[in-house]
């Protein structure tokens, strides 16, 4: 379930920007410990408050809505739950590979147009002179 559906079902404000670990375990139906552990063992990044009370924001709250849809909806073990996540983010930077390919090939691109744009006007600067020693000759 996507956080903005789940946080409406729940009756939380689905548009702010931190939420405190009670409200996310209270949005996942876990406990504060559990989100701890989680947060230990799959490596998510949490900021705090003032108080050093933990808080979440959209993309740490997804992150664990999927861990709990792999830990207990599809029956994934912890270490099958990492690998899975790792497989997807693999995928997810596949996705993005082309598009970093596609940069350097465009920049690529750009600076041998710059380069013959260059040699071109140094080209039509000569023809110029050229030219004008030649109507030069022709006027004498």
Request: proline content about 1%.
């Given at each position: ?14 548009h702010?920007?931190?939420?405190k670990?009670g409200?996310?375990?209270?949005l996942?139906?876990?406990k504060t410990s ?7 063992e799959f490596?998510?990044?949490t900021?705090k408050?003032?108080t050093?009370?933990r ?13 709990k ?6 029956g994934?073990?912890l ?5 899975q996540?790792?497989?997807?983010h693999r ?6 590979e ?14 041998e147009f ?7 006007r140094r ?8 030219l004008e020693?030649i ?6």
């Amino acid at each position: 379930m996507q956080f903005e559906a789940l946080a409406t079902e729940k009756q939380l404000n689905p548009h702010k920007m931190y939420y405190k670990i009670g409200e996310v375990a209270e949005l996942l139906e876990v406990k504060t410990s559990v989100l701890r552990f989680w947060e230990h063992e799959f490596h998510i990044k949490t900021q705090k408050t003032s108080t050093n009370q933990r808080i979440y924001d959209k993309k740490g709250i997804s992150k664990l809505i999927g861990i709990k849809e792999l830990l207990y909806k599809q029956g994934f073990t912890l270490a099958g739950a990492k690998k899975q996540l790792e497989s997807d983010h693999r995928e997810e930077k596949k996705v993005q590979e082309p598009n970093a390919a596609f940069k350097l090939s465009y920049e690529k691109t750009i600076k041998e147009f710059d380069s013959l744009k260059e040699s071109t006007r140094r080209n039509l600067l000569h023809l110029r002179r050229e030219l004008e020693t030649i109507i030069e000759c022709l006027e004498d």
